[in-house]
């Protein structure tokens, strides 16, 4: 016999969590007990949101669901946050949520909270754990729904007596998932579509991607000639070096990426939605009847005719539609060469931002980091328009990797680098952060320090919300109100928390300043002072005034 606890922890020592994040709280004693005996890491982090946006992380950095625990109401509502991030970058995540005695529910308990209710439009799925006896029924459900078909994030409720109960119930074996596969007559067809089109793009995104299926598109493209344009921040899909990659389909999208999937003949989105931002505000199709000829290759039946009817659907996984692509070779075109060479010199160009104003220039200090950081740096981000660095100045190989938010949530970014250090800890993980977007969630900062798993954090002090404020100067100019901020000296913050720390003004100091930060063994934060006139890397406040 064992407690429901003890059963929950065996579950997810038999689905192969290592590890698990979490804040901890009253509503489960019982799993915090059981942990203490297993060999699952419990990584304590200071506020739920935290949890959340480590939790996504973990899923898209590793492909197995990130594994986190709070606690019920205060908890929970939290945590919502980082899950709504899992569900729009496709993530798979397993939240537990404490919750109220049974016998109490219903009558507005301490902290109770209808958790199907509340994440329901939120997560694939949320539960609540009613008999001891089921607990492993709904953990390997849990598991394999947050896996299968779109990946994203699963909520399961557990009652404090639930969790206290005895039970002689053995956990569940580890679950499978099937990847769908497209069928040999649909290929038939695209390949005859492909090989008669001269200006394909191949537009790539969303979850549950595999080494393989990153290999098979990028093998397919480059001997066809076809160019690949990324969804908003998944550019790691495909080596940004390749002479098939054209860029970015994201916030800010670049003239030619927009060009491209509006004069393409033959658009094919595999892995991804046609979200707001990929479609430049659902502008860039007709909808539902697009002009292109589109094929859209996605796990999930549901996101298939969601938005744009695709004149080709399928239904499939990204693996298992690339290896069937494994060796097809399309007839040879003069224009369908000239129209990948286009775009990816294009992109070339857009990658070169204009001396910044100021003694601290970000775009020599990107192109410096670019010459430096190891082949297989993990870099991570929040919101704001200090992101525009990391996301449209650095080109990820095919060992790099970025975790940031499709959600657009400011404070991602700390926390999904402690994530990635505990998941790679003898990789190189950087954080970008703005000086707004880092106070989002500055005291994970502890979470760090407590485990070890310390990242470099460049903080972009430019005093301001630069991306309201760019709105703001748009729409109301010169009236600024409520987009200042009074910062703390970071400096000194992030060395109560046992990192090593500068402040760096000039260009010409960041080198030797981001050398110590790497050699320091407790993790390190440079706080980088840039230019308040520019909202972007490429417009100032005056720029933005002058469009009125």
Same mark, same amino acid.
């Given at each position: 016999?064992?407690?429901?606890?003890?059963?929950?922890?065996?579950?997810?020592?038999?689905?192969?969590?290592?590890?698990t994040f979490g804040v901890p709280g009253e509503s489960y004693l019982a799993v915090l007990d059981a942990l203490h005996d297993s060999n699952i890491r419990f990584v304590i982090c200071r506020q739920e949101g935290g949890v959340g946006y480590a939790l996504s992380a973990w899923g898209k950095l590793t492909g197995s669901p990130g594994v986190g625990f709070v606690t019920r109401g205060p908890g929970a509502t939290n945590a919502s946050v980082g899950l709504h991030a899992a569900m729009q970058e496709s993530s798979p995540v397993v939240l537990f949520v404490g919750q109220a005695s049974t016998e109490h529910l219903q009558r507005e308990a301490f902290q109770e909270v209808d958790y199907r209710a509340f994440f329901g439009p939120l997560v694939k799925w949320a539960t609540q754990v009613d008999d001891v006896d089921r607990i492993?029924?709904?953990?390997?459900?849990?598991?394999?729904?947050?896996?299968?078909?779109?990946?994203? #994030?699963?909520?399961?409720?557990?009652?404090?007596?639930?969790?206290?109960?005895?039970?002689?119930?053995?956990?569940?074996? /580890?679950?499978?998932?099937?990847? %769908?596969?497209?069928?040999?007559?649909?290929?038939?067809?695209?390949?005859?579509?492909?090989?008669?089109?001269?200006?394909?793009?191949?537009?790539?995104?969303?979850?549950?991607?595999?080494?393989?299926?990153?290999?098979?598109?990028?093998?397919?493209?480059?001997?066809?000639?076809?160019?690949?344009?990324?969804?908003?921040?998944?550019?790691?899909?495909?080596?940004?070096?390749?002479?098939?990659?054209?860029?970015?389909?994201?916030?800010?999208?670049?003239?030619?990426?927009?060009?491209?999937?509006?004069?393409?003949?033959?658009?094919?989105?595999?892995?991804?939605?046609?979200?707001?931002?990929?479609?430049?505000?659902?502008?860039?199709?007709?909808?539902?009847? #697009?002009?292109?000829?589109?094929?859209?290759?996605?796990?999930?039946?549901?996101?298939?005719?969601?938005?744009?009817?695709?004149?080709?659907?399928?239904?499939?996984?990204?693996?298992?539609?690339?290896?069937?692509?494994?060796?097809?070779?399309?007839?040879?075109?003069?224009? /369908?060469?000239?129209?990948?060479?286009?775009?990816?010199?294009?992109?070339?160009?857009?990658?070169?931002?204009?001396?910044?104003?100021?003694?601290?220039?970000?775009?020599?200090?990107?192109?410096?980091?670019?010459?430096?950081?190891?082949?297989?740096?993990?870099?991570?981000?929040?919101?704001?328009?200090?992101?525009?660095?990391?996301?449209?100045?650095?080109?990820?190989?095919?060992?790099?990797?970025?975790?940031?938010?499709?959600?657009?949530?400011?404070?991602?970014?700390? %926390?999904?680098?402690?994530?990635?250090?505990?998941?790679?800890?003898?990789?190189?993980?950087?954080?970008?952060?703005?000086?707004?977007?880092?106070?989002?969630?500055?005291?994970?900062?502890?979470?760090?320090?407590?485990?070890?798993?310390?990242?470099?954090?460049?903080?972009?002090?430019?005093?301001?919300?630069?991306?309201?404020?760019?709105?703001?100067?748009?729409?109301? #100019?010169?009236?600024?109100?409520?987009?200042?901020?009074?910062?703390?000296?970071?400096?000194?913050?992030?060395?109560?928390?046992?990192?090593?720390?500068?402040?760096?003004?000039?260009?010409?100091?960041?080198?030797?300043?981001?050398?110590?930060?790497?050699?320091?063994?407790?993790?390190?934060?440079?706080?980088?002072?840039?230019?308040?006139?520019?909202?972007? %890397?490429?417009?100032?406040?005056?720029?933005?005034?002058?469009?009125?």
């Amino acid at each position: 016999m064992r407690t429901g606890g003890e059963l929950l922890v065996a579950c997810l020592e038999a689905q192969g969590v290592s590890d698990t994040f979490g804040v901890p709280g009253e509503s489960y004693l019982a799993v915090l007990d059981a942990l203490h005996d297993s060999n699952i890491r419990f990584v304590i982090c200071r506020q739920e949101g935290g949890v959340g946006y480590a939790l996504s992380a973990w899923g898209k950095l590793t492909g197995s669901p990130g594994v986190g625990f709070v606690t019920r109401g205060p908890g929970a509502t939290n945590a919502s946050v980082g899950l709504h991030a899992a569900m729009q970058e496709s993530s798979p995540v397993v939240l537990f949520v404490g919750q109220a005695s049974t016998e109490h529910l219903q009558r507005e308990a301490f902290q109770e909270v209808d958790y199907r209710a509340f994440f329901g439009p939120l997560v694939k799925w949320a539960t609540q754990v009613d008999d001891v006896d089921r607990i492993p029924e709904l953990v390997s459900r849990a598991f394999a729904t947050a896996k299968a078909g779109r990946p994203g #994030p699963v909520v399961v409720a557990l009652p404090e007596d639930v969790l206290a109960a005895q039970t002689d119930v053995a956990p569940g074996r /580890r679950v499978r998932t099937v990847m %769908p596969a497209p069928a040999a007559s649909t290929i038939k067809e695209l390949v005859a579509c492909l090989d008669g089109a001269q200006r394909p793009l191949f537009l790539v995104g969303g979850g549950g991607w595999t080494a393989t299926a990153k290999a098979g598109l990028q093998r397919f493209a480059e001997s066809n000639s076809i160019p690949v344009a990324t969804i908003f921040r998944f550019h790691d899909l495909i080596d940004n070096h390749s002479p098939s990659y054209v860029g970015d389909a994201s916030v800010g999208m670049p003239a030619h990426v927009r060009r491209m999937i509006t004069d393409a003949d033959v658009v094919v989105v595999v892995g991804g939605r046609f979200g707001e931002i990929a479609t430049d505000g659902f502008t860039l199709f007709e909808i539902p009847d #697009p002009v292109q000829t589109v094929v859209h290759v996605h796990p999930s039946d549901r996101e298939l005719g969601k938005v744009v009817q695709a004149q080709i659907p399928i239904h499939s996984a990204p693996e298992p539609f690339f290896d069937m692509l494994n060796g097809v070779e399309l007839s040879a075109s003069a224009a /369908r060469s000239a129209w990948c060479r286009e775009g990816c010199v294009a992109r070339l160009e857009s990658l070169v931002a204009p001396e910044q104003p100021g003694p601290f220039d970000m775009g020599r200090v990107m192109a410096w980091l670019q010459d430096r950081l190891p082949g297989d740096v993990i870099i991570t981000n929040g919101a704001g328009n200090f992101a525009a660095w990391p996301n449209k100045h650095f080109s990820f190989g095919p060992g790099a990797r970025l975790l940031a938010p499709q959600s657009g949530s400011m404070g991602y970014g700390l %926390p999904a680098a402690i994530a990635a250090k505990v998941a790679a800890p003898e990789r190189m993980v950087i954080c970008f952060a703005g000086d707004g977007d880092i106070q989002m969630n500055i005291q994970e900062l502890g979470t760090a320090m407590q485990a070890g798993a310390q990242p470099i954090i460049l903080v972009l002090n430019n005093g301001m919300y630069g991306t309201i404020r760019m709105h703001q100067e748009r729409d109301f #100019p010169t009236r600024v109100s409520g987009t200042e901020i009074h910062n703390p000296d970071y400096v000194q913050l992030a060395g109560a928390y046992g990192f090593h720390a500068e402040r760096v003004e000039r260009t010409e100091d960041f080198a030797a300043a981001f050398e110590r930060a790497a050699a320091s063994e407790t993790g390190a934060l440079l706080e980088l002072m840039v230019s308040p006139e520019m909202l972007t %890397p490429f417009r100032s406040i005056d720029d933005v005034r002058g469009d009125r």
